[in-house]
């Protein structure tokens, strides 16, 4: 009798621990609400300002549903120093995710350890940190868009538009002089994308003669800046003007009409991002072309990234290969931009 009481008991133990490890195994939430840090490398980045109203829009999304969001956002003014601080208030604040757009993108280190230390994952965006620091834990995500792709289909572009007009051939030498406008230094999409585009016109047969290659870090002004010396230089020769994003086509569209050139002598020029001013410009026919950086599917995939990782159902997000998740880049021209204009 005995012996069967103690049988009993011991089955009655088993059970209780097997139904204690199935609960464990499943994912608990953690919470159910979203408070979403965010952390920008220069808000006045025009592609990042427009990803960022993306990104409100789908929080509101969100929030239709039911889930509900907050969210802080911060800009680190291109100061990793200042970032990292943003960071530990951002967690002190309570936030339960983080979004981070690097300013060092080969400087995370002290991020990931102080959200380690707090077990609040990061979803690095658009700046895409170096493979090895995004082993350094398994709570680092990153979304963004395959630089290489960019670079190839801005060259796509550029050979369809030489192929289909003879006239881009102003001095008809046979080859197209051109320069080209990058963005920072160490950025995934400056010297990725310059390269593709590049090699994808060598490919495709066209003959090249490289005048100059200037760095203008994003930024029309500075684009604008860099022509003007260019121009300065090599007067009408330019045939081509490959910018590594739309604001240095613009910038660079800006210093014709500074100098009056005449529009006989206006180069092709192509943009990569699609901002509104690209996707304008592309529209009245002063840019022949641009790539689309598609915001709004990176907002979509960092918003609903952020839910699923805090209410614990990151297994119903599709990644394109393990932590990462790329947006796919299209290309842009006069006959279907009304697609993208809003
Ligand atoms: C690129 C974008 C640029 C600039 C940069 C900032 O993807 O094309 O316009 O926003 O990111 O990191
Ligand atoms: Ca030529």
């Not at 509101?60 to 530990?88: C, F, H, P, W, Y």
């Not at 959200?115 to 979304?143: C, G, S, T």
């Not at 072309?289 to 614990?312: F, H, M």
């Amino acid at each position: 009798m005995k012996g069967k009481k103690r049988l009993a008991e011991i089955i009655i133990l088993c059970m209780g621990m097997y139904v204690l490890c199935a609960c464990s195994k499943q994912k608990v939430p953690v919470s159910d609400k979203i408070y979403v840090g965010i952390t920008c490398y220069d808000q006045s980045d025009t592609f990042l300002s427009e990803l960022l109203v993306c990104f409100k829009e789908e929080l509101k999304i969100l929030n239709q549903k039911g889930i509900e969001t907050t969210m802080t956002v911060r800009n680190a003014d291109r100061s990793q120093r200042v970032q990292n601080d943003q960071v530990k208030e951002l967690i002190n604040a309570g936030c339960n995710v983080l979004c981070v757009n690097l300013v060092d993108r080969a400087d995370p280190s002290e991020i990931i350890d102080v959200a380690k230390e707090h077990d609040v994952p990061i979803i690095f965006f658009n700046r895409e940190p170096v493979a090895e620091d995004m082993k350094q834990w398994d709570k680092l995500y990153y979304v963004g868009a395959d630089a290489k792709q960019s670079g190839v289909l801005q060259g796509e572009l550029a050979v369809e538009m030489i192929q289909k007009n003879s006239q881009i051939d102003h001095n008809k030498d046979g080859k197209i002089q051109y320069v080209v406008l990058e963005g920072e230094a160490g950025h995934q999409d400056a010297i990725i994308r310059t390269e593709n585009a590049v090699d994808t016109l060598n490919q495709k047969g066209i003959e090249l003669e490289k005048l100059s290659y200037q760095i203008a870090n994003w930024n029309r002004a500075q684009a604008q800046n860099r022509m003007e010396q260019i121009l300065g230089q090599y007067k009408n020769r330019v045939e081509l003007v490959l910018a590594n994003n739309d604001d240095m086509a613009l910038g660079a569209m800006d210093a014709y009409k500074k100098l009056n050139y005449t529009e006989a002598v206006l180069p092709v020029f192509i943009g990569i991002d699609g901002t509104d001013m690209g996707l304008k410009a592309v529209e009245d026919s002063m840019m022949a072309g641009t790539v689309y950086n598609d915001k709004e599917g990176q907002a979509r995939a960092i918003a609903e990234l952020s839910a699923a990782l805090v209410t614990g159902e990151e297994d119903k997000i599709e990644f394109s290969k393990g932590n990462y998740i790329y947006l796919p880049y299209s290309k842009v021209t006069k006959e279907n931009v009304h697609e993208y204009l809003n």
